[in-house]
């Protein structure tokens, strides 16, 4: 089972940028697909950014892309989410997710997501 923590959240203008963070535990880290996903209050949690286990393989949602940039480094057992231009509708919870160690694929759905993290929070002043 997958231990995750995120960090890296906080304020920031619009327009700024911040890195997000997913230390996760275990040696089965390397073979984890992962995922960032938000949540914005009153909203579903919605799909952000994935990544497979070999990282060679990213999905974006269409609001993030050209923004957002997914990678992982497995040598450190974490994942990271730089986020670039930053807008006041990106203000959410960020949760970083893993799918169980059968699944290798990358994925934008919530349900194919077996572990998660607390969430790190992100606000984007206007």
């Known amino acids: 089972q997958a231990h995750l923590q995120e960090s890296g959240g906080g304020l920031v203008q619009e327009g700024g940028s911040l890195r997000l963070s997913c230390a996760g535990s275990g040696r089965s880290f390397k073979t984890y697909a992962m995922g960032w996903f938000r949540q914005a209050p009153g909203k579903e949690r919605e799909f952000v950014a994935s990544?497979?286990?070999?990282?060679?393989?990213?999905y974006y949602a269409d609001s993030v892309k050209g923004r957002f940039s997914i990678s992982r480094d497995d040598r450190l057992g974490t994942l990271f989410l730089q986020m670039d231009a930053l807008r006041p509708e990106d203000t959410a919870v960020y949760s970083c997710a893993a799918r169980d160690q059968e699944y290798l694929v990358a994925s934008t759905k919530v349900s194919d997501f077996h572990f998660w993290g607390q969430g790190t929070q992100v606000t984007v002043s206007s």
């Open positions: 990544i497979n286990w070999m990282a060679t393989t990213t």
